[in-house]
């Protein structure tokens, strides 16, 4: 008697027929049209598409800051539009974490006080102590060890970035979501941050970034493009940059730039 085939793993985000329609006056916009797609754990996938495509607004239903107008999206299983506000809080703050192109980090707060703010919401309550050392734990990740009293405005760009990761890490989500995290940083800057995120991925969590930068797309395994609120096109990436060969050739052209 041949054994049963293995159950197939429970998709960690599932979306069918997604649609999301704003009401401004008399005019309806339709964001999201029908978006039917499953993203499983360990993935690391890049949502592109052009200003108006309705990738950013799909990118706010997954984080549950935004509700669909219609469809159904199950987050590790669970029925978002089930959810009631509090309910919609405690999963983004125990499921989630959340990467910007403006950092977001508070001017007079220090690097480890930043990181430890998604902590302060926890329910039930996390202690000072573990606050701290769950801070100091995902800083340490993101190589800002050394950076724990600074404030944002004595670090560059790339460093408030890993800030901005760092808290994303620190309520040690099962999904980051991360819109356009590139979008402020200079080329070695931006490999960097993707070399950042490969790192993270590898490690097993999950990524899903919105980006409009085909280069920064490579480093992901799957990329989405949508156009006029669909999904056009959803692939794997066959040829998948490593940011760490990336950054060792821009050095190498960077030193016989300067030979010549």
């Known amino acids: 008697m041949s054994a049963p085939a293995p159950a197939l793993a429970k998709p960690l985000l599932h979306l069918q027929d997604l649609t999301k329609t704003y009401h401004t006056g008399e005019v309806e916009v339709k964001a999201v049209r029908g978006v039917t797609l499953e993203i499983q754990r360990g993935e690391f996938v890049a949502i592109m598409g052009a200003s108006g495509s309705g990738k950013s607004t799909l990118m706010n239903m997954l984080g549950c800051l935004d509700q669909a107008t219609g469809g159904a999206y199950l987050l590790d299983g669970d029925d978002v539009a089930t959810l009631d506000r509090r309910q919609l809080a405690m999963l983004r703050n125990r499921k989630l974490g959340f990467v910007f192109q403006s950092f977001n980090l ?47 405005s004595r670090l560059s760009g790339g460093q408030q970035q890993r800030i901005a990761i760092a808290r994303a890490l620190v309520s040690q989500p099962e999904l980051v979501l991360a819109d356009e995290p590139t979008g402020n940083l200079d080329t070695r800057t931006s490999i960097d941050i993707m070399g950042l995120f490969q790192e993270l991925n590898d490690s097993g969590i999950t990524i899903v970034m919105v980006t409009h930068e085909l280069d920064i797309a490579t480093y992901c395994k799957r990329v989405i493009v949508m156009r006029d609120g669909k999904v056009i096109s959803d692939n794997a990436n066959a040829e998948r940059r490593r940011a760490t060969e990336a950054l060792a050739a821009l050095d190498d052209a960077e030193k016989e730039a300067n030979v010549a």
């Open 106 to 152: 508070l001017a007079r707060t220090t690097a480890i006080e930043n990181v430890e703010l998604p902590l302060l919401y926890t329910m039930p309550l996390t202690s000072a102590k573990e606050r701290r050392r769950r801070a100091v734990e995902a800083l340490e990740r993101v190589g800002l060890a050394n950076r724990l009293d600074y404030h944002p």
